[in-house]
């Protein structure tokens, strides 16, 4: 008998194709095995999963029509905003501009950086310099999580250079830091510094980044979503400041001094003042002007690009550069995202299929529905609250209705009037500010959406408590009209019933029907809920895949998606008496994925997500009408023993 150690996940390396394998062995390589042989990655992409593949389709036809309508072939159609997008597009294109102006659009605000005297200048000139540079700290306004109708004011600290504070713990990361430091340089060099001084802000750059890699949140402390409400009163936040004139940077961003306002990291506030102070300054201004020159080299000329290109080329193995009008259509889709996906969706998204869709999205809620009535571990008085917060769930099929008031604000400045790539992106980033700003005072709008009709995923927000399902994945092999029923709900299906799990999974199980974070458990049910969940954090944890071992308590919230997900899929299945070998197998299809080295170690440090073939594998092993559909005994490489199984919902 094999140890359950070496079973999790299947036998065999998921990484590796190896055609022939049983689906009782290894399900994700029997179904993938010849896809993961013959699909090539991208020269200018780190990895080609299933979403992947949806996604270069959509981009390709999404290229061509920007080409289109900016060359005049053809007319530009009647979505608000989207000749705006054109223009954008345009001017993002234009390489022969964007190549002899080479850093001349930056230099001004490059200079103001530069020119920053001490400590008392920067405190004086902060609110002003926070609409194009990075600050040691950030505000936005979001959905009060305890009260959702009212937008309240949220503060949290920067990021780091490398993508995760784990990351700094790692053999690579001296390596990457060297990258960056030396890319930093020479980038600065190019918009005019010194070279003395470019390496002076660059190594000053690097030892603030240190500091704040062992303060700031990790990724794992990042996935647990309540744990950053922490509201406090105004005053008691700005007494925790000590040489940062905060009252001063709040009255002259925001306007005024609320009365309150949410902490996300408390840690990094009770560090605030080892980290922002006088003794600091020469650390905090290099650091802000590597952000700023990394961040602004791609709105400026081919060789900004490519000098820009290699500390991202080391963290995700990329090959090459994406083109020029790559970039052009990515720049456009980018800032007017939302716009861009409504016209995707009213191109190239049928009715019958929003309509065959939206039936089995009420299937799928009807069967949840009945498994949570159902439910064995759960005592009636939690079950009703369940399916109050079930029945009030919102639905967004597609692409919205409307476009968000932000877009009509956004106005594109073309060349021949003084206009280039960096100064539209500046523009757009102060009034995307503003906007943000505005909303504190405003209610909240739960007719936005999370997610643009061109963007290939689906989501939850348990703020707003709906689901988001943009047009883009309603696609083969995730869904298509065509396909038999059960190979849809091993797609689409798997995916709406995991959306609907996250509003009961390990954080939107803290949040009501109405989008607030508050307690409708009873005490019993909730402990048993923590054992469950501690149990799928188990599950997972330590799993090798390739370079790395998974963190089970970062992507815990997503496997519990995962398995409620799956587990719905197959009850609506056998409902219709579907052929259930076909729905798993499409399961272990949507998660096809190979991927470069590099890029699994950077997305592994940050992701909330376990990887695609582990999460079609160990979901898989927990279904028992999987041993049942394939005949799996004891001795295969799927078999996991019962009482490993997890089962939540």
Same mark, same amino acid.
């Given at each position: 008998m094999?140890?359950?150690?070496t079973?999790? =996940? =299947?036998s065999g390396?998921?990484i590796?194709?190896?055609v022939g394998t049983?689906?009782q062995d290894?399900i994700?390589?029997?179904?993938?095995s010849?896809?993961?042989?013959?699909?090539?990655?991208p020269?200018?992409?780190?990895?080609?999963?299933?979403f992947?593949?949806i996604?270069v389709n959509?981009e390709?036809?999404?290229?061509?029509?920007?080409?289109?309508?900016?060359?005049?072939?053809?007319e530009v159609?009647?979505?608000?905003?989207?000749k705006?997008a054109v223009?954008?597009y345009?001017l +993002?294109s234009d390489? *022969?501009?964007?190549n002899?102006?080479g850093a001349?659009?930056?230099k001004?605000?490059?200079?103001?950086l530069?020119e920053l005297? %001490?400590?008392? %200048?920067?405190n004086?000139?902060a609110?002003?310099?926070?609409t194009?540079?990075s600050?040691p700290f =950030?505000?936005?306004?979001?959905? *009060?999580?305890?009260n959702?109708?009212?937008?309240v004011l949220?503060?949290?600290g920067?990021?780091t250079?490398l993508? *995760?504070?784990t990351?700094?713990?790692?053999?690579?990361?001296?390596?990457l830091?060297t990258?960056?430091?030396q890319?930093?340089?020479?980038?600065?060099?190019?918009a005019?510094?010194d070279?003395?001084v470019a390496?002076?802000y660059a190594a000053?750059?690097?030892k603030f980044?240190?500091?704040?890699?062992k303060v700031v949140?990790?990724?794992?402390?990042?996935?647990?979503y309540p744990?950053?409400? @922490?509201?406090?009163k105004i005053?008691?936040?700005?007494a925790k400041?000590?040489?940062?004139?905060?009252d001063y940077?709040?009255?002259?961003?925001i306007?005024e001094?609320p009365?309150?306002?949410?902490?996300?990291?408390p840690r990094y506030?009770?560090?605030?003042n080892e980290?922002?102070n006088k003794?600091?300054f020469?650390e905090i201004?290099g650091?802000?002007?590597?952000?700023?020159?990394n !961040?602004?080299a791609?709105?400026l000329?081919?060789?900004?690009r490519? +000098?820009?290109f290699p500390?991202s080329?080391?963290?995700s193995g990329q090959?090459?550069?994406? !083109?020029?009008?790559k970039?052009?259509?990515?720049i456009? @889709?980018?800032?007017?995202s939302?716009v861009v996906g409504?016209?995707?969706g009213?191109?190239?998204?049928?009715?019958? +299929?929003?309509?065959?869709?939206e039936d089995m999205i009420?299937?799928m809620?009807?069967v949840?529905?009945?498994?949570?009535?159902?439910n064995?571990?759960?005592?009636?008085a939690t079950?009703k609250?369940?399916i109050?917060?079930?029945e009030?769930?919102?639905l967004?099929?597609?692409?919205?209705?409307?476009i968000?008031?932000i877009?009509?604000?956004l106005?594109?400045i073309?060349?021949?009037?003084g206009?280039?790539?960096?100064?539209n992106?500046?523009?757009f980033?102060?009034?995307e500010q503003k906007?943000?700003?505005?909303?504190l005072h405003?209610e909240? *709008?739960?007719t936005?959406?999370?997610?643009?009709?061109n963007?290939? @995923?689906?989501?939850y927000?348990?703020q707003?408590? !709906?689901?988001?399902f943009?047009?883009a994945i309603?696609?083969?092999?995730?869904?298509?009209l065509?396909?038999?029923?059960a190979?849809?709900?091993?797609?689409i299906g798997t995916?709406?019933?995991?959306e609907?799990s996250h509003?009961?999974?390990?954080?939107?199980a803290?949040?009501d029907?109405?989008?607030?974070?508050? @307690?409708w458990w009873t005490?019993e049910?909730?402990a048993?809920?923590k054992?469950?969940?501690?149990?799928e954090i188990?599950?997972? %944890?330590?799993?090798?895949?390739g370079?790395?071992?998974l963190n089970?308590?970062?992507?815990v919230?997503?496997n519990?998606?995962?398995?409620?997900?799956l587990?719905?899929?197959?009850?609506?299945?056998?409902?219709?008496?579907?052929?259930?070998?076909?729905?798993f197998?499409n399961?272990?299809?949507i998660w096809?994925?190979k991927?470069?080295?590099?890029?699994i170690k950077t997305?592994?440090?940050v992701d909330?997500h376990a990887?695609?073939?582990?999460?079609?594998?160990?979901?898989?092993?927990c279904?028992?009408?999987?041993?049942q559909?394939?005949?799996v005994?004891?001795e295969?490489g799927?078999w996991?023993e019962?009482?490993?199984?997890?089962?939540i919902?």
């Open positions: 094999k140890k359950i150690s079973i999790r =996940g =299947g390396d998921v590796e194709p190896k049983r689906p290894n994700y390589l029997a179904v993938n010849d896809w993961l042989e013959k699909t090539k990655i020269s200018d992409r780190s990895r080609m999963a299933s992947d593949g996604d959509v390709k036809h999404l290229m061509q029509d920007f080409a289109d309508f900016a060359s005049g072939k053809k159609p009647n979505v608000p905003n989207l705006k223009k954008l345009q +993002a390489f *022969d501009k964007r002899r102006e001349e659009p930056i001004s605000d490059l200079a103001l530069a005297k %001490d400590f008392s %200048d920067f004086l000139k609110p002003d310099l926070t194009f540079a600050m =950030g505000f936005d306004v979001e959905p *009060d999580m305890k959702t109708k009212v937008n949220n503060f949290a920067p990021g250079f993508p *995760d504070t990351t700094y713990q790692t053999e690579d990361a001296a390596k830091l990258i960056l430091q890319q930093s340089v020479k980038l600065l060099e190019m005019g510094i070279p003395a390496e002076k000053d750059a690097i980044d240190a500091k704040l890699a949140k990790s990724s794992e402390e990042w996935a647990d744990a950053t409400y @922490n509201p406090m005053a008691d936040f700005e400041f000590s040489e940062f004139k905060i940077y709040l009255k002259e961003v306007g001094e009365a309150r306002i949410i902490v996300a990291e506030l009770d560090h605030i980290l922002v003794d600091n020469e201004k650091w802000m002007i590597v952000n700023f020159i !961040d602004v791609s709105e000329s081919q060789s900004f490519e +000098a820009a500390f080329q080391a963290l090959p090459q550069l994406s !083109d020029g009008v970039q052009a259509y990515h456009a @889709n980018g800032s007017f939302e409504v016209y995707y009213q191109t190239y998204f049928g009715s019958e +299929a929003k309509k065959d869709v009420r299937r809620l009807t949840y529905k009945e498994r949570l009535a159902k064995s571990w759960l005592s009636e079950k609250k369940a109050v917060k079930l009030a769930l919102e967004k099929i597609g692409y919205p209705d409307k968000e008031e877009y009509n604000r106005e594109v073309p060349a021949n009037q206009g280039s790539l960096y100064s992106e500046r523009a980033a102060i009034e906007y943000n700003i505005e909303q405003r909240v *709008d739960r936005i959406w999370a997610m643009p009709g963007l290939v @995923n689906a989501c927000d348990p707003r408590n !709906d689901l988001t943009p047009a309603l696609q083969a092999p995730f869904y298509d065509k396909q038999d029923r190979t849809n709900f091993g797609g995916v709406i019933a995991h609907v509003a009961f999974d390990n954080n939107g803290q949040f029907e109405l989008g607030n974070m508050t @307690n005490d049910d909730y048993e809920f054992k469950r969940t501690q149990a188990d599950l997972f %944890d330590g799993l090798e895949y370079p790395v071992k089970g308590k970062q992507i919230s997503e519990i998606a995962d398995q409620g997900g587990t719905a899929a197959v009850e609506a299945a056998k409902n219709e008496n579907d052929d259930l070998k076909k729905l197998e399961f272990a299809r096809a994925n991927q470069l080295t590099e890029s997305q592994t440090a909330v990887p695609g073939p582990l999460r079609a594998n160990v979901q898989t092993q279904q028992d009408d999987f041993y559909a394939f005949d005994k004891p295969d799927m996991l019962p009482d490993k199984r997890v089962h919902w």
